[in-house]
């Protein structure tokens, strides 16, 4: 979908009948009976049903990446093999071809690559959730996300060097990869010590003070980068004596003193309403924020009910997210011609 933002014509291929498996991941389902799953990441493709056991749907395919810049597949290790579509065949048939597979756990792994599992098994479960809860997943499928940013990162950069070298490439990426690189800091952490990493719930491992605190109303969130920041955000509460604590000027001090310092500025800030505080803090250039509903987080945004959340690179929205093979026909009698094909308005 992002290669698609970005402006790639994008051909889909999906099983017949069913298709992709999330359109019925549902409810809810829009008045056309598709997904809200599915429709959050299917704009701008067309969509085709092939049969990978018909030879003329396999002939099909071979039609379509002779002229292809890019390919796309997350199929389990062995199953292009056995359909006479491996992308060995095809990449030494078209040498400036770009083929991407993206895997579960790594091309050597039969697993199936479910977020829910990645994250799981990547550490992230264990350093999600409230100090002395259980572990928790991610709110978003944060992990199959990662892995979709990665991988078109991988695919522009083999784009790059095809023109430099005149070739493409076999690159292959995974969702275990891709969380377990997104630990970042956290990881480096573990590195460094030796010691495991705990929850934090919503605080930070090396940051103080960065995390959610209660107003008077509603909570917000303080996110203090650096020294000066500290001064600043002392003052805009009001907390003079803490400000001028050598304690805690520096970062690493704030951190042995992290439970007296959340505590005043707890108190503090459950004098007075959320819009207060945030009112001077911003005026201290202090990074804070309310904690805001999905819904209330939406209402800024140009987000559609059909085409989702805008692109977060520079793109555009050029087509709804396809029906199961909707655009069939056409690509079978058309082939890529079809994206010469005006779009219905």
């Not at 573990?190 to 909570?219: I, K, M, Q, S």
Request: charged share 25%.
């Amino acid at each position: 979908m992002m290669l698609g933002d970005l402006g790639a014509d994008v051909i889909k291929v999906e099983r017949p009948a069913t298709g992709d498996d999330t359109r019925g991941w549902g409810p809810p389902f829009d008045d056309r009976g598709e997904s809200a799953y599915f429709l959050s990441i299917n704009r701008n493709k067309k969509s085709i049903a092939l049969d990978l056991s018909s030879a003329q749907d396999r002939a099909l395919i071979a039609a379509l990446l002779a002229e292809a810049d890019v390919a796309v597949d997350n199929f389990k290790r062995g199953t292009l093999e056995r359909y006479d579509l491996a992308p060995t065949r095809f990449l030494a048939q078209r040498p400036a071809l770009v083929w991407c597979t993206i895997t579960g756990f790594g091309p050597e792994s039969d697993r199936p690559g479910y977020d829910y599992v990645v994250q799981a098994e990547r550490g992230w479960m264990s350093i999600t959730g409230e100090a002395d809860g259980a572990p928790m997943k991610v709110g978003v499928a944060l992990a199959d996300v990662v892995a979709g940013k990665d991988a078109a990162i991988a695919i522009l950069a083999a784009l790059a060097a095809r023109y430099r070298e005149g070739r493409g490439r076999h690159v292959v990426t995974s969702l275990a990869q891709s969380a377990t690189a997104a630990l970042v800091n956290v990881a480096q952490n573990v590195l460094v010590t030796g010691r495991d990493a705990p929850r934090w719930g919503n605080a930070h491992p090396n940051l103080v003070p960065y995390e959610l605190f209660e107003a008077a109303d509603r909570p917000i969130v303080i996110a203090v980068g650096n020294d000066a920041q500290w001064r600043a955000c002392a003052s805009a509460l009001g907390l003079h004596d803490l400000a001028a604590d050598p304690r805690l000027a520096a970062n690493a001090g704030r951190l042995e003193h992290r439970a007296e310092l959340v505590l005043a500025i707890g108190e503090r800030l459950r004098e007075a309403p959320a819009a207060h505080w945030l009112g001077r803090l911003s005026e201290a250039g202090v990074p804070a924020g309310v904690v805001r509903s999905v819904l209330e987080a939406l209402r800024d945004t140009d987000a559609s009910p059909l085409t989702g959340v805008g692109p977060s690179v520079p793109g555009e929205v050029r087509f709804v997210p396809p029906r199961l093979d909707e655009h069939g026909a056409k690509i079978r009698r058309l082939g890529w011609g079809v994206f010469d094909v005006p779009a219905p308005a």
